[in-house]
């Protein structure tokens, strides 16, 4: 009887085991590890992405969704490889300063619309700036002024981060300033909750 208990907790140790084994999150299918020169310090779980990114803008509710399973909050940092991001990434860390906390998740989404309304690109900007007025906490103006080192520093930050990073394609998810998840390997938002739990505990 208690050779047949031993055989029976060993058998479910041996599956469970496998199980584990089975989805735990395999380097270069699921994710990469990034060597950067250490002086980058993200938030355990940062969003690289563009407000130009048509996929950036489309996968923002997932990345809220994500937030809850994980129960951890995104952070987000906007790629600079070119003069386009460069004036992009302006334009949000500029609302990101004067915008309450509290209401940066409708900025940022306000702020994709209006990048992405179509016309040209005066008219795009015009709507940036109305999006980051309409958002601002007190005098934007004198507020932006007073930023301009700050956003500056913002984006040269960012500019950094996206050349350590070698990021060629947004958006892009980077655990623990270390790992980036490879989408294309899964198959559910679930699948990509799993991963990213696994890399938070590595």
């Given at each position: 009887?208690?050779?047949?208990?031993l055989i029976?907790?060993?058998?479910?140790?041996?599956?469970a085991a496998q199980?584990?084994?089975?989805?735990k999150?395999i380097?270069?299918?699921?994710?990469?590890?990034?060597?950067?020169?250490?002086?980058i310090?993200?938030?355990?779980?940062?969003?690289i992405?563009?407000l130009?990114?048509?996929?950036?803008?489309?996968l923002e509710?997932i990345?809220?969704r994500l937030a809850?399973r994980?129960?951890?909050?995104?952070d987000?940092?906007h790629?600079?490889?070119n003069r386009p991001t460069?004036?992009q990434?302006?334009l949000?860390?500029?609302?990101r300063l004067?915008?309450?906390?509290?209401?940066?998740d409708?900025?940022?989404?306000?702020?994709f619309?209006?990048m992405?309304?179509?016309?040209?690109a005066e008219?795009?900007?015009?709507?940036?700036m109305?999006t980051?007025k309409?958002?601002?906490?007190?005098?934007?103006?004198?507020?932006?002024k007073?930023?301009v080192?700050a956003i500056?520093?913002e984006?040269d930050r960012?500019?950094?981060?996206s050349?350590a990073y070698?990021v060629?394609a947004?958006p892009?998810?980077?655990?623990n300033?270390k790992?980036v998840v490879?989408f294309?390997?899964?198959?559910s938002e679930?699948?990509?909750a799993?991963?990213v739990?696994a890399?938070?505990?590595k």
């Amino acid at each position: 009887m208690k050779t047949n208990s031993l055989i029976t907790m060993v058998f479910w140790m041996l599956l469970a085991a496998q199980v584990n084994a089975a989805t735990k999150p395999i380097e270069g299918i699921h994710y990469e590890t990034v060597d950067t020169t250490g002086d980058i310090k993200l938030a355990p779980v940062t969003e690289i992405f563009a407000l130009g990114c048509h996929a950036c803008h489309s996968l923002e509710q997932i990345f809220a969704r994500l937030a809850k399973r994980i129960e951890q909050p995104i952070d987000k940092v906007h790629v600079v490889y070119n003069r386009p991001t460069e004036m992009q990434a302006s334009l949000y860390y500029t609302g990101r300063l004067m915008v309450t906390p509290d209401k940066l998740d409708a900025f940022t989404a306000d702020l994709f619309d209006a990048m992405q309304s179509g016309g040209s690109a005066e008219v795009r900007l015009n709507e940036a700036m109305k999006t980051i007025k309409r958002y601002s906490k007190g005098d934007d103006a004198k507020t932006a002024k007073r930023n301009v080192k700050a956003i500056k520093a913002e984006v040269d930050r960012a500019k950094h981060i996206s050349t350590a990073y070698e990021v060629n394609a947004v958006p892009s998810l980077v655990i623990n300033s270390k790992y980036v998840v490879l989408f294309q390997a899964h198959k559910s938002e679930e699948d990509i909750a799993s991963t990213v739990i696994a890399l938070l505990d590595k």
